[in-house]
């Protein structure tokens, strides 16, 4: 257990760096290339130069860069993300409570893209180079050439408005939402904390074609993966073994070939869920859906550079977290890596 | 001459396989049909695709507009074709961008190794972990607007896939009895890099950037959708989408159908491509049977 422990305090040794990488890039994306943030900000208005100068002072746009690199890095170990120049609010006090909003659009999508591509991915593999196979590449190929936002119109068109199944957007009715008092911001589980079922029902439906939208895209590339994965091991001498020693069909496909066609798309997890976030900007833009996501785009329309920088950071963390708990369920899954 | 080295091996193997390949030939065509329609633009469309003038507004599609117009009175059809001209110049553009950029990093970074490598590794793993649209939108946001901002926004983005792929080549190659039988004639490092191990790599990086390059042309329709794209009128397909969804909900479903569904079959277009030639590089994919 404790070289577990080892490789757990290595591997999140690890992931600092690579925050400190991407916090670095997007300071300097931020600070160097745009004119003057202070101006950017003051937008159009017609105002002095005298006070642009002030507001500068005010946002420490004068210090050297270096020490504005370490003024920030300072307050974000502090939790301090600045102030959003949009609403005035704490900025990590902004993403705190958009946070859980776009992970449970994420789970919720995630969930529909394992069940979608896993299940397609290992038919194609088993009927291999049949019409089903093809039919499914088909569909694989498909799901990640349709852009997201285009097929998101269209759920949103055909099941929203035309046929008035499922509501157009945001997380829940204006009603409830005007009444409903979070405890989690999961709105699902707080549903179910409260015993509420209609209000559970509600969130779902709220939740269904966002998901869905996100999960399709997901679906193709690990459809493509699963079967690819599927088509290999299929080949295994475990399996012909598992075959030929009378197994039923259904156990050798479920129990040896699956399980282990599943051990490498763990690896790609990881990605998957940076993909998924990628995805979650124009999920949340089309279903106004008040995630983390949705906030980038309004503050970097509104050019609220802290705002644009905490997200961005909080976004980073969420992958790199997400990326470490991978990495060590990984190495607790597969014998092979050592630790 | 490197690059007719480079080049002409798998060009044969095309050639002979495009047959067999249906994935491949369907997508080489549906891609050259859109080149095409780029190029002969000025030509194809009967109408103006910026110009309002006589047609009728928010008409359905009939035979004089056979995409039907917009609110603005233009002719969808000859917007559509023209707006085929900003994707597929920003997709060609910024991968062409990366896969020169990430290419000669990659070799460095695997050739020398040390310090430089680990930092570049670093580097490009975290920018690679991060979700690419979000980081596009950031670049585009600070700068001018503009199709040479968007191409170079969108190359940043998939730098470091043609450095992880070329620097893990150039890694198993260096191991390769014949590098080190070079090396022992005396050539110099720049000539290893460019005439033995670049063309190693060339394979490798053909089948990642077609589908790489499906990949730009929907990220360029999302910075165009979300208003991160060129400037109005320019036709645009992520635009056009954007400008045709606020009618959606009355029922002018024309403006959102049609330059949708050119985005779809252009990036399914590379996707084919990119497919066929995963299958002709490793032909164990496709023709393992169970």
């Given amino acids: 257990m404790d070289s577990l422990w080892q490789y757990i305090v290595q591997r999140?040794?690890?992931?600092?760096?690579?925050?400190?990488?991407?916090?670095?890039?997007?300071?300097?994306?931020?600070?160097?290339?745009?004119?003057?943030?202070?101006?950017?900000?003051?937008?159009?208005?017609?105002?002095?130069?005298?006070?642009?100068?002030?507001?500068?002072?005010?946002?420490?746009?004068?210090?050297?860069?270096?020490?504005?690199?370490?003024?920030?890095?300072?307050?974000?170990?502090?939790?301090?993300?600045?102030?959003?120049?949009?609403?005035?609010?704490?900025?990590?006090?902004?993403?705190?409570?958009?946070?859980?909003?776009?992970?449970?659009?994420?789970?919720?999508?995630?969930?529909?893209?394992?069940?979608?591509?896993?299940?397609?991915?290992?038919?194609?593999?088993?009927?291999?180079?049949?019409?089903?196979?093809?039919?499914?590449?088909?569909?694989h190929i498909g799901a990640f050439a349709v852009p997201l936002f285009w097929m998101g119109l269209m759920f949103q068109i055909i099941f929203a408005v035309y046929l008035g199944w499922l509501p157009v957007g945001n997380r829940l009715e204006a009603?409830?939402?005007?009444?409903?008092?979070?405890?989690?911001?999961?709105?699902?589980?707080?549903?179910?904390?409260?015993?509420?079922?209609?209000?559970?029902?509600?969130?779902?439906?709220?939740?269904?074609?966002?998901?869905?939208?996100?999960?399709?895209?997901?679906?193709?590339?690990?459809?493509?993966m699963t079967r690819a994965n599927m088509l290999e091991i299929l080949d295994e001498d475990y399996v012909k073994t598992a075959r030929s020693k009378g197994l039923k069909e259904r156990a050798v496909i479920y129990k040896h070939a699956l399980r282990n066609a599943l051990i490498p798309i763990l690896t790609v997890f990881g990605l998957q869920f940076a993909i998924l976030i990628g995805g979650a900007v124009l999920t949340e833009t089309i279903y106004a859906w008040p995630g983390v996501a949705r906030f980038l785009i309004t503050s970097v329309n509104a050019r609220d550079f802290p705002s644009i920088q905490g997200a961005i950071v909080m976004i980073a963390i969420f992958i790199t977290t997400i990326n470490l708990i991978v990495d060590i369920v990984y190495a607790q899954l597969d014998p092979r890596v050592k630790y | 001459m490197i690059f007719g080295n480079l080049f002409s091996g798998l060009f044969s193997k095309l050639r002979k396989t495009l047959g067999r390949e249906k994935l491949l030939a369907v997508g080489l065509t549906v891609v050259i049909i859109y080149i095409l329609i780029t190029v002969l633009a000025p030509w194809i469309t009967p109408y103006d695709p910026v110009d309002y003038r006589s047609a009728p507004r928010l008409a359905p599609p009939s035979l004089q507009h056979p995409m039907g117009t917009d609110q603005l009175r233009r002719d969808l059809f000859s917007r559509v074709i023209s707006g085929a001209r900003a994707p597929i110049t920003v997709a060609f553009g910024s991968i062409a961008l990366s896969m020169g950029a990430g290419t000669i990093l990659g070799l460095v970074a695997g050739f020398f190794g040390?310090?430089?490598?680990?930092?570049?590794?670093?580097?490009?793993?975290?920018?690679?972990?991060?979700?690419?649209?979000?980081?596009?939108?950031?670049?585009?946001?600070?700068?001018?607007?503009?199709?040479?901002?968007?191409?170079?926004?969108?190359?940043?983005?998939?730098?470091?896939?043609?450095?992880?792929?070329?620097?893990?080549?150039?890694?198993t190659i260096r191991e390769e009895t014949f590098i080190e039988a070079v090396e022992a004639?005396?050539?110099?490092?720049?000539?290893?890099?460019?005439?033995?191990?670049?063309?190693?790599?060339?394979?490798?990086?053909?089948?990642?950037?077609?589908?790489?390059?499906?990949?730009?042309?929907?990220?360029?329709?999302?910075?165009?959708?979300?208003?991160?794209?060129?400037?109005?009128?320019?036709?645009?397909?992520?635009?056009?989408?954007?400008?045709?969804?606020?009618?959606?909900?009355?029922?002018?479903?024309?403006?959102?159908?049609?330059?949708?569904?050119?985005?779809?079959?252009?990036?399914?277009?590379?996707?084919?491509?990119?497919?066929?030639?995963?299958?002709?590089?490793?032909?164990?994919?496709?023709?393992?049977?169970?």
Avoid at chain 1, 195 to 211: C, N, R, S, T, Y
Avoid at chain 2, 152 to 164: D, E, K, N, Q
């Fill in chain 1, 175 to 224: 009603l409830s939402m005007a009444t409903f008092d979070p405890i989690t911001r999961f709105y699902t589980l707080d549903a179910l904390i409260k015993g509420d079922l209609g209000l559970f029902v509600e969130a779902i439906k709220h939740l269904i074609l966002p998901a869905l939208t996100l999960g399709i895209i997901q679906a193709g590339l690990l459809g493509r």
């Fill in chain 2, 185 to 290: 004639m005396g050539a110099g490092n720049i000539r290893i890099i460019f005439k033995h191990i670049a063309p190693n790599v060339v394979n490798a990086i053909m089948a990642v950037s077609s589908f790489n390059i499906a990949d730009a042309i929907l990220t360029e329709a999302a910075l165009a959708y979300l208003g991160f794209g060129l400037p109005p009128p320019t036709p645009d397909w992520g635009f056009d989408i954007q400008n045709g969804q606020k009618f959606l909900q009355a029922g002018y479903w024309w403006l959102v159908t049609f330059p949708g569904l050119m985005i779809v079959f252009l990036s399914l277009g590379f996707g084919m491509v990119g497919e066929g030639i995963s299958d002709i590089l490793n032909p164990k994919r496709k023709q393992q049977k169970v």
């Fill in chain 1, 12 to 139: 999140v040794a690890a992931t600092i760096p690579m925050l400190l990488i991407l916090i670095v890039v997007v300071f300097l994306i931020l600070r160097v290339i745009p004119g003057d943030p202070a101006r950017a900000m003051l937008g159009g208005r017609n105002v002095s130069a005298e006070y642009i100068a002030e507001v500068r002072k005010e946002m420490g746009l004068d210090d050297p860069l270096h020490q504005q690199f370490i003024e920030y890095i300072w307050g974000l170990v502090r939790g301090d993300f600045g102030t959003s120049f949009r609403t005035d609010q704490p900025v990590l006090h902004e993403l705190l409570i958009r946070i859980p909003a776009t992970l449970e659009l994420a789970f919720y999508g995630m969930a529909i893209a394992l069940l979608l591509g896993v299940s397609t991915g290992a038919w194609a593999a088993v009927r291999s180079d049949t019409y089903i196979d093809h039919g499914l590449r088909l569909f």
């Fill in chain 2, 114 to 171: 040390g310090v430089l490598d680990r930092l570049l590794s670093l580097t490009m793993d975290a920018l690679y972990s991060f979700p690419s649209i979000i980081l596009a939108i950031v670049l585009v946001a600070v700068l001018q607007p503009g199709i040479d901002t968007m191409i170079l926004a969108i190359s940043v983005v998939y730098i470091p896939t043609y450095f992880r792929v070329t620097r893990s080549e150039v890694l």
